[in-house]
């Protein structure tokens, strides 16, 4: 009887840590972005964000259609008889990933077409070789963006360290971010419409993802890759920036010239308003430079939809512009160092 007793004692025990482990792992996924899609909400309804605009709460749009609610959408695999069974192997599998992040598949995909896939897509690698489980499941704390600086985030020097002979490395130092060099080209959506979208209920046909050149930002004390949304409602034009990481990176870094003494840079020292964009006859272009985010000093093509197509609408009306809560424009005394000539 003493033995039974004993026997129940540690089941009991053996359940309940089960039960608090189990509570605990699922408190910490709750509180995940995967789980609860906060970086979208935050920017969206953050003051001078989006919703100023269209008066419609993140709550009534279609955003957490790709909410995680559970471990089924990464880990559940039904066999040939229909039973389901989790394993590991199915949430490596990078599609797993694209299905949700689209801007991240529009990148590969437009990697692929321009034979510019980078490295890592190159050697085969899956997005959980760097995005580590605390990306992915949460670690119980709750962020509001994965920009968030609090944050723990896969970093290039996780895996490499940075070859201080190498003269960019050394000027650039603490100033500048790997990404700033290194990656190839970086993906925008153009132009998102959303009153078209609020009354047809799908995304696709009301803006132009296009693979663009490359942004600078000031993010986390270092000059890094941008990324952007224009949006149009009503007439009301608006564009967001935030630091961006494509997935498209090469090993040589681009040439000084790409970011420094170009015309582009010299004409925003002087105060002037520049195009941030390549537009001609109806097709963004990109630049084969560098375009350094600043207030006020960046013109947008923006365009309209009718049953014609795409045509330009007013471009001398206010833009609304916002910097996503974490980024920020470049200063006055970094375009004054940009638009020095390069010397060897």
Known sequence: ???????????????????????????????SLHYT?????????????FMDI???????????????????????????????????????????????????????????????QGVHSEAGMACTECHKPHDLHGDGKAYTSMRDLDNPRAACADCHEPDMDIRPHKV????????ACHVQFTTTCMNCHFEKFLETGTRKGHSLPIASNIYLINYNGKVTTANLQSLVHK??????????????IKTEGHSCQYCHGTDLVKAIKKGETVDAIGYDDGQYQAYDFA??????????????????????????????????????PLTK????????????
Not at 12 to 28: N, T
Not at 172 to 179: A, I, P, Q, R, V
């Open 1 to 31: 009887m003493k033995r039974l007793s004993v026997v129940i004692t540690v089941l009991l025990v053996m359940i309940f840590c089960a039960s608090a482990y189990l509570s605990g792992q699922e408190s910490a996924y709750h509180k």
């Open 37 to 49: 899609t906060e970086g979208m909400r935050y920017w969206y309804e953050t003051e001078g964000g």
């Open 54 to 116: 269209t008066k419609v709460p993140y709550a009534d749009l279609d955003c957490k259609t790709c909410h995680a609610g559970n471990c089924d959408v990464c880990h559940a695999k039904k066999n040939e008889e229909g039973a389901v069974a989790y394993n590991s192997s199915m949430a490596n599998d990078s599609q797993i990933c694209l299905h949700c992040h689209k801007r991240a598949a529009a990148t590969f995909n437009f990697a692929e077409k321009m034979s510019m």
């Open 172 to 179: 650039h130092k603490g100033k500048l971010d790997c990404n």
């Open 235 to 248: 007439g009301e034009k608006f564009v967001v920036y935030a630091p961006y990481f494509t997935h498209s």
């Open 291 to 328: 375009v350094p985010i600043v207030a006020d000093q960046l013109k947008w093509p923006f365009l309209d939809k009718n049953a014609e197509g795409w045509v330009m609408i007013d471009n001398d009306s206010k833009t609304h512009t916002q910097f996503a809560c974490y980024g920020t």
């Open 333 to 344: 005394d970094q375009i004054r160092k940009l638009a020095m000539p390069f010397k060897k």
